[in-house]
């Protein structure tokens, strides 16, 4: 398996991806609201992103694929996990929503998803986004030089089941770099003697997708957006993060 590493240099350029990001997720975030359609947060990245000068890196992706990604972010909603194409959609109070982001500057790409409840919601919705929140926050902890990567794996599945909810197989995390998805992969669930022993220098987007019900996923006719097989809620955090020789550092943060 590839061990992708990252000079000093590098990092600081995907460090500046990461915020442009970061804040414009939070820029989304804001704009949630009962009765937003939700095409129109398409609409606010590619002004946020045209006034940064960075490119979209999912509008288009896979680059030569059958059906290209249409939009510069995924909103997914409620059994929606990942990739759901924004579109007609209107949001209700109450809704689960995953934002997904991404941008490629100077060459380098930053990654990184939020889930936010649209106005109050439910109890369980609540604690479904808050348990995801922090099963990303138990990978990242194990995300140091000279753990192996299944220990940042299995610590995701043991917090998340622990709760009492599932973890996605079928989609996992991913190193990050000069293109949006390289070696290795990151798996949310497994044993934590598996997988290379991480370096210094590698760069890993880490994301937990949560589910209330059962883990297994279908893909609707768009050929893109994945839902929950039994039609339960889901959400889905992610962050680019660098490993160091102590403690990571979050890439996706202004």
């Not at 600081?12 to 947060?41: N, Y």
């Not at 924004?86 to 990654?111: I, M, N, Q």
């Not at 649209?118 to 109890?123: H, K």
């Not at 940042?152 to 991913?174: D, K, L, M, N, P």
């Amino acid at each position: 398996m590839p061990i992708i590493i990252k000079s000093d240099d590098e990092i600081a350029i995907m460090r500046c991806a990461g915020s442009i990001v970061a804040r414009t997720l939070h820029k989304l975030e804001q704009e949630l609201r009962p009765g937003l359609v939700v095409r129109e947060l398409d609409k606010t990245v590619r002004r946020e992103f045209e006034r940064h000068r960075v490119i979209p890196t999912f509008l288009g992706y896979p680059p030569g694929g059958e059906v290209p990604y249409p939009a510069t972010v995924c909103v997914s909603v409620n059994e929606e996990i990942v990739h759901g194409i924004p579109g007609k959609r209107v949001l209700r109070e109450g809704d689960v929503v995953s934002l997904d982001l991404g941008c490629t500057y100077r060459g380098f790409v930053a990654d990184s998803a939020v889930t936010t409840v649209v106005g109050t919601g439910s109890p369980d919705a609540r604690r479904l986004v808050d348990v995801t929140r922090e099963a990303l926050a138990e990978g990242i902890r194990h995300a140091r030089a000279g753990h192996r990567l299944g220990e940042i794996s299995h610590a995701i599945q043991t917090y998340v089941e622990a709760q009492g909810f599932g973890v996605v197989r079928e989609y996992v995390g991913h190193g990050v770099g000069r293109q949006m998805h390289e070696e290795p992969q990151v798996p949310n669930f497994g044993p934590p003697d598996h997988g290379p022993v991480l370096k210094k220098g590698m760069v890993l987007a880490l994301e937990p997708m949560v589910t209330v019900g059962d883990w297994h996923t279908r893909q609707l006719e768009d050929r893109w957006t994945v839902v929950t097989a039994d039609g339960s809620l889901a959400a889905h955090f992610e962050h680019t993060i660098a490993v160091t020789e102590g403690d990571p550092v979050i890439l996706t943060v202004p």
